[in-house]
Structures are given as C-alpha cells and as structure tokens.
C-alpha cells in the first residue's frame, strides 16, 4: 500500500521560501510523482511533477522559474523548492503517485494515491 507524507509547510513572506517534502513508502511501480495545491473556494491544480523513470520535470506556467522539483530515490522522497513565494501560492499541497503513464502529468485525475497535505501560506 502507497502511502505518501507531506511536510515543510508553514507561514512565509512573500518573496520567501519554503522547501516541501513528499515521503513515500509501499511504492512498487509508478509513472510520476507530482505535486499539487488547493486553495480554499478552487479546484485542485498541478504544480509540478517528476517523472520515475526518466526523471522528466514539468512545472506549472504560474511556478516556472520559482519552483524546482527534485528526488532522492534513495529516500524515496521528493521535494518541492519554492522560491519567491507569492500570496497567490497560498494553499494546502498535496503530493501524489500515478500508476499510469498519462499525456497530462499535471492533472489531478491522472493521480491515484495522495498524501494528507501541508499547508503554505503566504503572507505579511
């Protein structure tokens, strides 16, 4: 059974950083593993994800250049550097697994097994 531990959030101001963690344990294959935020009153968005076996990255439009995703599959744990955070990057992150090769990685739908979350916040 997958199961996937947040931490790292927390209150920043902007134009700080935070530096999330994705532990993840039971992982027998899977396509990518990926990070996504949900803002109170919206829908979850994609922010980034990483690939398992190529190691490909892709970032959302609204994080390029702020964010970078990163993997030590020795600890089988991903990370999320976030850079020149804004209050519009305010939500509960989530990460997640797909099992399954998927031609929109940053789709919420295409994911299977999610974590509980942390909460980022961004404010003065």
């Known amino acids: 059974q997958v199961q996937l531990v947040e931490s790292g959030g927390g209150l920043v101001q902007p134009g700080g950083s935070l530096r999330l963690s994705c532990a993840a344990s039971g992982l027998v294959d899977y396509y990518a593993i990926g990070w996504f935020r949900q803002a109170p009153g919206k829908e979850r968005e994609g922010v980034s994800c990483i690939t398992n076996t190529y190691g490909i990255k892709v970032y959302a439009e609204s994080v390029k250049g702020r964010f970078t995703i990163s993997r030590d599959n020795a600890e089988n744990t991903v990370y999320l550097q976030m850079n020149g955070l804004k209050p519009g990057d305010t939500a509960v992150y989530y990460c997640?697994?797909?099992?399954?090769?998927?031609?929109?990685?940053?789709?919420?739908?295409?994911?299977?097994?999610w974590g509980q979350g942390t909460q980022v916040t961004v404010s003065s």
């Open positions: 997640a697994t797909a099992s399954r090769a998927t031609m929109t990685p940053l789709s919420p739908k295409d994911y299977d097994d």
